[in-house]
């Protein structure tokens, strides 16, 4: 009888812990972002005196790559909630405004522009 208890609460725990990041991938990607990792923390922030909440430390990129670290707050019935979100870097390298090739080509036809206007100003001062 004990045995089954404890597999029914490892069981739940389970699956909890698999909404919660489901959730909490959601909720960054809502926002833009990409979760890069996330630990469940059961002493993190704000642990002291929360009943229902779970606790995780994540580490996410925004959408115009910067690289931030928070505390999350979740439960089935309480949403999401940052508790401390900090920046931690960039990852510029990630950036997808343009593709490479796209990016490219815009610059070498800006280049072009400015080399043609540039003769045309030559040629006008002689």
């Known amino acids: 009888m004990l045995l089954a208890v404890v597999a029914i609460v490892v069981v739940f725990r389970l699956m909890a812990g698999s909404m919660d ?21 059961p002493f993190g922030k704000g ?10 430390e994540i580490e996410y990129e925004t959408g ?29 390298k990630s950036r997808t405004d343009l593709a490479p090739t796209e990016e490219a080509a815009a610059l070498r036809a800006e280049n072009a522009r400015l080399k043609a206007e540039l003769d045309r100003l030559s040629d006008r001062r002689r």
Not at 21 to 39: A, F, P, Q, W
Not at 47 to 56: A, F, H, S
């Open 47 to 56: 642990w002291l005196g929360e009943k229902n909440d779970r606790i995780y």
């Open 64 to 92: 115009d790559g910067e690289i931030r670290r928070a505390t999350v707050k979740t439960s089935m019935l309480s949403g999401v909630y940052f508790t401390d979100d900090r920046p931690v870097g960039r990852d510029d």
């Open 21 to 41: 990041g489901d959730r909490i991938e959601s909720y960054v990607r809502e926002r833009g972002g990409t979760l890069r990792s996330k630990s469940w923390a």
